[in-house]
């Protein structure tokens, strides 16, 4: 089976660009994830879905930053204007059921460096 | 609020040693699950285990066991006698029941192991 799919798997990109992610989650899990990996701050739950709905929010850093899921099988992580300070492995992740604590499996990454 | 501490940055050992790696958590549920994620210099996040915190059964797989004690709130991994292919940075991660679904992440230990 597929797993999280994720896209672009390496991104370069000048400061003041609109950077897009973009994920694919394991098909039928319905919970979506993204977290930010950096050296100073490691793994960082910026956003969560459920159903295609966002339910936490709270660790998107700055209004920069926006995510949305307008199907089951696709998200995006959108900033802009990125900053050289967004530099970041960029994960999502997905699980399924509707009892937490599933385990959540996770994409390669996108690895994104604004210069 | 949940927290999980990973109070070991580096590890470094020598092929075929035993190590522990030390996870300690703080929740206010009395319903948790416990994770442990590998991630190799590959850098993607494999899952490894998860435990729920009515399980305190050790549990072991091959040269992995992990060690639940709830009287100390630790979630102690340990690799029995340890080869190159181990090395990588482990995380620790807690997700509570009425967080729904919602994991978070210790800082991780980077564990290099040399022939």
């Known amino acids: 089976d597929a797993g999280v799919i994720q896209s672009p798997r390496h991104e370069v990109t000048e400061m003041g660009q609109e950077v897009t992610l973009r994920c694919k989650p394991i098909?039928?899990?319905?919970?979506l994830f993204w977290y930010r990996q950096t050296m100073m701050r490691g793994l960082e739950l910026l956003i969560y879905?459920?159903?295609?709905?966002?339910?936490?929010d709270s660790g998107m850093p700055e209004d920069r930053f926006s995510a949305k899921m307008p199907n089951a099988s696709f998200s995006t992580l959108k900033i802009q204007p990125s900053e050289p300070r967004d530099s970041a492995v960029y994960f999502c992740a997905s699980s399924s059921g509707t009892s937490s604590g599933n385990t959540i499996y996770f994409g390669e990454g996108s690895w994104l460096t604004v210069v | 609020a949940q927290k999980v501490t990973q109070a070991q940055t580096e590890i470094s050992v020598v092929e075929k040693e035993d190590v522990t790696l030390d996870c300690v958590y703080e929740?206010?549920?009395?319903?948790?699950?416990l994770f442990w994620y590998k991630q190799p210099p590959s850098g993607e996040l494999v899952f490894l285990i998860r435990r729920n915190s009515f399980d305190e059964q050790n549990e072991i797989s091959g040269r992995y066991s992990w060690n639940f004690q709830k009287s100390t709130s630790s979630f102690n991994f340990t690799i029995t006698a340890s080869q190159v292919v181990d090395s990588a940075v482990y995380f620790c991660?807690?997700?509570?029941?009425?967080?729904?679904?919602?994991?978070?992440f210790g800082s991780g230990t980077r564990l290099s192991i040399r022939p």
């Open positions: 879905f459920n159903n295609n709905v966002p339910i936490d």
């Open positions: 098909s039928g899990h319905d919970y």
């Open positions: 991660a807690l997700s509570e029941y009425s967080s729904a679904s919602k994991i978070i």
């Open positions: 929740t206010r549920d009395t319903t948790y699950y």
